[in-house]
């Protein structure tokens, strides 16, 4: 079974372009979460995806940040126009959605805006 | 807001002791409790989940959960280097079924 896959694996942008994250959960998880990782800093949770749907998006930063889940598969997050403080590393997870199964993390996309 | 709480640390530990790691956290209302271990630069990977007070045994590893006290636990037991990495601890809640993380205890086993 394939895990949760992250493109790309690193970004380098310079301020003021525009930047797209994807994951692949895993086949048949219908939770998708978003969470990012700043230096030095705790995971923090973005957004969280239930098939297509935005369950919960209280944790985007602000309205540079889109996130997309179309037909519930993939899901995208774009970043336009990227400051500074957008770096760090981005990660996504997926689970089945019961209250005792694990979420399981992809390797991360590490963003660097210069 | 829902809030999870470590020791940052690093805590250090000499190698075949225990390692005893804390989480606190502040939504009466979690249900599960999960403790992921992540190496630098490598994604978190799940040691184990607990929902039920008490103990839950796995290998060198025990979680003990408290809901009254609101305060879960990891113990290594028999610690490696290898144990050497941030371990974080994430809670679900109810109803969201949203994890929300720990800033991580950074655990540093001797040899």
């Known amino acids: 079974e394939a895990g949760v896959t992250q493109f790309p694996s690193h970004s380098v942008i310079e301020k003021g372009q525009t930047v797209t994250l994807r994951c692949d959960p895993i086949?048949?998880?219908?939770?998708l979460y978003w969470y990012r990782r700043v230096m030095g800093k705790e995971i923090k949770f973005l957004l969280h995806?239930?098939?297509?749907?935005?369950?919960?998006e209280s944790g985007m930063p602000n309205n540079r940040f889109l996130a997309e889940r179309t037909g519930g598969t993939y899901s995208t997050l774009k970043v336009q126009p990227a400051e500074l403080e957008d770096s760090g590393v981005y990660f996504c997870?997926?689970?089945?959605?019961?209250?005792?199964?694990?979420?399981?993390f992809g390797q991360g996309t590490r963003l660097t805006v210069v | 807001q829902k809030e999870v709480e470590q020791n940052s640390g690093p805590l250090s530990v000499p190698e075949g002791a225990i390692a005893s790691l804390n989480c606190t956290y502040s939504?009466?209302?979690?249900?599960?409790f999960f403790w992921y271990r992540q190496y630098s630069g490598k994604s978190p990977e799940l040691i184990m989940f607990?929902?039920?007070?008490g103990d839950k045994e796995d290998g060198r590893f025990t979680a003990q959960l408290n809901k009254a006290s609101q305060y879960v636990s990891l113990l290594i037991r028999d610690s490696q280097p290898s144990d050497s990495a941030t371990y974080l601890c994430?809670?679900?809640?109810?109803?969201?079924?949203?994890?929300?993380f720990g800033p991580g205890t950074r655990l540093s086993v001797l040899p």
């Open positions: 997870a997926s689970s089945r959605g019961f209250r005792d199964t694990e979420a399981f």
């Open positions: 086949s048949g998880h219908d939770n």
């Open positions: 995806f239930v098939k297509e749907s935005k369950q919960d």
């Open positions: 939504d009466r209302g979690s249900q599960s």
């Open positions: 607990i929902y039920s007070n």
């Open positions: 994430a809670v679900r809640d109810n109803y969201g079924q949203n994890f929300v």
